[in-house]
T-cell receptor, first 115, second 114 residues
Framework: GESVGLHLPTLSVQEGDNSIINCAYS??????FIWYKQESGKGPQFIID?????DKRQGQRVTVLLNKTVKHLSLQIAATQPGDSAVYFC??????????????FGSGTRLSIRP | GAVVSQHPSWVICKSGTSVKIECRSL??????MFWYRQFPKQSLMLMAT?????????EQGVEKDKFLINHASLTLSTLTVTSAHPEDSSFYIC??????????FGSGTQLSVL
């Protein structure tokens, strides 16, 4: 079954502050995770990914942290902007490194920005 | 990055009619395409996986006779919602995988059944 999920449903952040979106997973064998951003009425957009041989990966204004001990990952967005308002999903393939794998989505966190 | 085009972006139809949604990979050949359904304020739920030239594999609880999937070429998959009813109203999203395992998503189709 689906192992990625357990988000808080909504997160409200002051513009300019950092946002932290959390995700827990249940399968200790999971070794690859993806964060997607979905704006209203659009499909998911890839943000950043991380493999289990890493505990941190940085992109432009985003950082993903992976704690395999507690099966938890987080997406940190620096200096949150109005354009960051969206639903954020963590996701993982059901069979890593397999051409037959499917992307399974967690429940998502809606990020809203206060001016 | 690679582009997946989904058409139409929205459609309104009468109850009992059928609706076809197209998903095209524009600049790559998609070995596999996926169809998701998303209800308001919910996550994406995988409906089916299709490989070019073979029958789609449906997730548990998804009616294959209701949601017909055709993957006739490496760049096109279609989802037909047959005899649509109001409860089929949803946001349908396709995605496509290239040969390197990367998955790209379409922009979605909002279906409203009256």
């Amino acid at each position: 079954g689906e192992s990625v999920g357990l988000h808080l449903p909504t997160l409200s952040v002051q513009e300019g502050d950092n946002s932290i979106i959390n995700c827990a997973y249940s399968n200790s064998a999971s070794d690859y995770f993806i964060w997607y951003k979905q704006e209203s009425g659009k499909g998911p957009q890839f943000i950043i990914d991380i493999r289990s041989n890493m505990d941190k990966r940085q992109g432009q204004r985003v950082t993903v942290l992976l704690n395999k001990t507690v099966k938890h990952l987080s997406l940190q967005i620096a200096a949150t902007q109005p354009g960051d308002s969206a639903v954020y999903f963590c996701a993982e393939p059901d069979r890593p490194d397999s051409s037959a794998s499917k992307i399974i989505f967690g429940s998502g966190t809606r990020l809203s920005i206060r001016p | 990055g690679a582009v997946v085009s989904q058409h139409p972006s929205w459609v309104i139809c009468k109850s009992g009619t059928s609706v076809k949604i197209e998903c095209r990979s524009l600049d790559f050949q998609a070995t596999t395409m996926f169809w998701y359904r998303q209800f308001p304020k919910q996550s994406l739920m995988l409906m089916a996986t299709s490989n070019e030239g073979s029958k789609a594999t449906y997730e548990q609880g998804v009616e294959k006779d209701k949601f017909l999937i055709n993957h006739a070429s490496l760049t096109l998959s279609t989802l037909t919602v047959t005899s649509a009813h109001p409860e089929d109203s949803s946001f349908y999203i396709c995605s496509a995988r290239d040969g390197d395992l990367w998955v790209f998503f379409g922009s979605g189709t909002q279906l409203s059944v009256l």
